[in-house]
């Protein structure tokens, strides 16, 4: 039929069988999930009108500054910075959660649980880690090695627990996370603390002073 | 009459296809070198912020892409505001498509070499005064400067 017509019969033609094939979203009836839908357009006026005359902004100085102290980091933040920060923290994706060992010898003096003063430049790192991905359940689990009595190494990894938690609070300013300590004392080594042949692994018994970070 | 009725036609054809096929406002690779991302629409209308972003397999390989809604922000520099995509009233992010409503929305799709797939997202727009916003996306370097159509 198409032949039998004249050429500019032929282009109308061809023209609405174009016009047919394109995606009906192009046009005025956008589907469920396109953005023009009128649901979407509704819902979203709704959301801003709950949201206040502020529309839900997140001021970035103050919760940064307080973190870190300094205030030229506080809206310089980007996505490659934080790749940057997790690389440098050494932070493992395990399923859901981002896992984060710090060494027990880095954070506290032997036997004690206050936070040495040249640790607080790693946690503020988590801390900036922690606000960036805007994750809002942290675990934090204290880890020793075998010396020492067990109940004494169970008190002493659930005092450094808390104690991590509470410097995230307190210097860390991170609000609205909500923090869970677990002390496992030495009973989850991350390597043995001794050799097959029974002496000592001096270097496997420091890998097991940790602190673990889980961010959920 | 019926070369008008051609001429016509012509002009339609022309005006969508000029609206299907967006130019990319700004394009970054992804941080594993395996997809890109075109912002292709930052418009504000009533206060509403919607950004489209195509997302582009440019490896061999089919890719397959998870990311959370939630995940997703908007900052401006100039009034030091970050700004998270809008919920609806069940807490679910008004943004597409969505492989299921995990954490608000999640976008969870294998996408075939060389292919692309088109996300949406609303965020409160920032005030009148700010005309360029910068737009991170997990796993993709960021946007800066990306300029709002209002």
Known sequence: MVKAMIPIQRIIVLTMLVLLCMPADVFAGKDYIGPKDPQAVAAAQEALSRLGPERGAIAYSGRTVDIIGLQSIAFAGSAVELEKILSDLGARKVGTEILISLSGDVLFDFDKWDIKQEAEKELAKLVRAISELNKKNVVIEGHTDSRGSEAYNLKLSQKRAEAVKAWFETKGGLAGVTFQTIGYGEAKPATPNTHPDGSDNPEGRTKNRRVEIRIR | ?150
């Not at chain 2, 509403?48 to 972003?53: A, E, N, Q, R, S």
């Open chain 2, 1 to 150: 009459m019926v070369k008008k009725i051609a001429v016509f036609m012509f002009l339609i054809l022309f005006a969508a296809v000029s609206v299907y096929a967006l130019e990319p406002i700004q394009t970054q690779p992804s941080t594993d070198g395996k997809m890109e991302a075109s912002i292709v629409g930052a418009k504000v209308r009533s206060n509403v912020l919607t950004l489209k972003v195509d997302l582009k397999v440019t490896s061999g390989k089919d890719v397959k892409i998870i990311f959370l809604y939630q995940d997703i922000y908007v900052t401006d520099l100039n009034e030091k505001k970050k700004y998270l995509a809008l919920k609806d009233a069940d807490g679910l992010y008004i943004a597409g498509p969505k492989h299921d409503n995990e954490h608000g929305g999640r976008f969870w799709e294998t996408i075939p070499a060389g292919e692309k797939r088109t996300i949406w997202i609303k965020f409160p727009a920032p005030p009148e005064t700010t005309q360029v916003v910068d737009v991170f996306i997990p796993g993709i370097l960021p946007f800066e400067d990306v300029a709002l159509t209002r």
